[in-house]
């Protein structure tokens, strides 16, 4: 009984030996069947790919589209990369091979830079081993508190400083600004073009912010420079822009000796923007800036808040273009007296005049006008007085009386900022309920009486969030006069405006907003970190928890 036990047992672990052999066989033979059936579904669909359109894209027209692309994503994508959101043109690279191969051989994509935020040291590296010796635009700060900041800085993207295209360093206080413009004081960046300078964090130390020298060893293709009331001194340069912006907060003005030490490294300025707050007083005497190249000149209010006169401290006769910015009436007068003071010796090319958000006074002299006889473009806020408005017409109709021309005879184009209006009651299809306001009568008899004197407008435009209501009632006034201009209404809100006063959707908005946007976020993840204290262990690290949901599961 025993042996028959035996022998049975025998066989049956046989059968079973047997069995799990043909088991692991048929397994082996599925997972070799299911390698083969992916291999041939990968070369079936890379067949397929091949048919469609978008692989049939030459290489270079695909580079060409990449670059678009990584332009139209969001620059200040750093905080993508927080989230672990690859950056445009990582995403590109791991679409296909054939998407791989064609970024990876593309060295602009590369070629935007953002340290210490968006590019760590690693990617930083492999960025600049992509960009293969093209053109780069770098983005610098602002985290104060970084660490190895200084040595990536110095001995990884400092020997790239050649390869430059645009700087912009973004410091978070004075110490952190003074240690970035040292560490570009003795060095030369030879394709150099652009180079913002900002300082938007909290200043505890009232005055002026410190000047700095950079690239002294030479800058020769700069031509666009923006900084934050910062004087910046650079070697002589032939740039033709330059702008002091106004940082956040409450205003830290130039003074009157370093903004003389920055402009004139500008013998060729062709633009200048002053938005920044100049000292009025002055240890020593200054001479006066002269700019005789100059062509655009930008001034806001913030500039003369101080009580100073932008023409005491820059003489720039030749200027074809004029903005004042947020001026109240006397800033107004003063400029206007300056103006009518240098006739004939001065803004005699003055073409473009355009006051944004200005209070006028009604001491308005008319010899003003006729110390600027090349005006051509005119834009003007509409209010209760429109003392200029008013002036040219009265201008006008003494022209008409005594059979001469007018005083700005080759104004052609006429802008009205409207939101300071208010709109008389409208019936039913445009038409006013009474009469036409005097605002309304006033601009019919400037349309009127530049066609009697010969010279009519072009266009009359009118811009603000109630311009289409604005125009119906002029053109309906218009109509009963029997008289006809075009006429464009451009309805857009208040900040809209300001890009009348030279404001443009530029690079170095693009690099402020990034700068914004970043701000921004550290300030929610640090409230966040504040709120978790309260409810986490004393021993709790954030590292540790970013290592172990980093590492593999």
């Known amino acids: ?153 110095t001995n990884i993207i400092l020997p790239h400083l050649p390869r430059f295209r645009q700087l912009v360093l973004d410091a978070v206080s004075r110490e952190t600004l003074a240690s970035l413009l040292a560490t570009f004081r003795d060095v030369s960046a030879p394709a150099l073009t652009r180079l913002r300078v900002m300082c938007r964090g909290p200043m505890s130390t009232a005055g002026p912010i410190a000047s700095e020298k950079l690239f002294t060893k030479g800058v020769p293709l700069l031509s666009d420079v923006r900084l934050d009331s910062i004087a910046v001194i650079l070697p002589k340069t032939e740039a033709n822009t330059l702008h002091f912006c106004p940082p956040p907060g409450p205003p830290f003005p130039l003074t009157h000796d370093k903004l003389f030490q920055a402009v004139s490294a500008f013998p060729s300025l062709r633009r200048l923007h002053v938005k920044s707050a100049i000292e009025l007083n002055n240890v020593t005497p200054v001479p006066l800036i002269r700019l005789p190249s100059l062509r655009e000149l930008v001034v806001h209010g913030l500039a003369v808040s101080t009580g100073i006169r932008i023409f005491d ?69 509409v209010d209760k007085t429109n003392f200029l408005i008013r002036m040219l017409v009265n201008s006008d109709k003494q022209a008409a009386i005594h059979g001469c021309a007018p005083l700005w005879p080759e104004l052609r184009n006429v802008t009205l900022h409207t939101p300071g209006y208010c709109a008389q009651v409208v019936g039913a299809g445009g038409v006013p309920d009474d009469e036409p306001s005097p605002t309304m009568n006033l601009l019919q008899e400037l349309v009127t009486g530049r066609k009697m004197l010969g010279r009519p407008l072009s266009k009359l435009c009118f811009k603000g969030p109630n311009a289409g209501p604005f125009a119906n009632e002029f053109h309906w006034g218009l109509n009963r006069a029997k008289q006809f201009v075009p006429i464009e209404a451009v309805f857009c809100q208040i900040p809209a405006l300001l890009q009348d006063g030279g404001q443009e959707y530029d690079w170095a908005v693009v690099a402020e907003a990034y700068g914004m946007q970043l701000r921004q976020f550290l300030q929610q993840v640090q409230g966040i970190r504040q709120q978790l204290v309260t409810i986490l262990p004393p021993n709790f690290s954030y590292q540790q928890l970013r290592r172990r949901v980093d590492g593999p599961a």
């Open 313 to 381: 401290v820059i003489s720039a006769p030749n200027i074809e273009s004029l903005y004042l910015v947020d001026m109240n009436c006397s800033a107004i007068s003063a400029i206007h007296r300056f103006m009518t003071q240098s006739y004939p010796d001065a803004f005699q090319s003055l073409r473009v005049l355009r006051y944004i958000k200005c209070e006028f006074s009604e001491d308005m002299d008319i010899h003003f006008l006729r110390a600027t006889p090349g005006i051509s473009q005119l834009l003007i806020p």
């Open 1 to 153: 009984m025993n042996h028959d036990q035996a022998s049975v047992s025998s066989n049956t672990r046989e059968d079973f030996d047997e069995i799990t052999q043909q088991i692991r066989a048929l397994q082996s033979s599925q997972d070799e069947l299911s390698r083969s059936i992916r291999n041939l579904q990968v070369r079936a669909a890379r067949i397929q790919n091949q048919k469609a359109a978008v692989s049939r894209i030459p290489s270079d027209v695909l580079s060409m589209i990449f670059e678009e692309c990584r332009q139209l994503n969001p620059q200040w994508s750093g905080v993508l990369f927080l989230l672990h959101q690859s950056p445009v043109e990582v995403r590109l690279s791991h679409v296909s091979s054939h998407w791989r191969e064609v970024a990876l051989t593309s060295p602009s994509l590369w070629s935007s830079i953002h340290y210490p935020f968006a590019h760590k040291e690693g990617s930083l590296m492999e960025y600049l081993k992509r960009s293969d010796g093209s053109l780069l635009d770098v983005y610098i700060g602002p985290w104060r508190q970084h660490p190895q900041f200084e040595r990536v800085l």
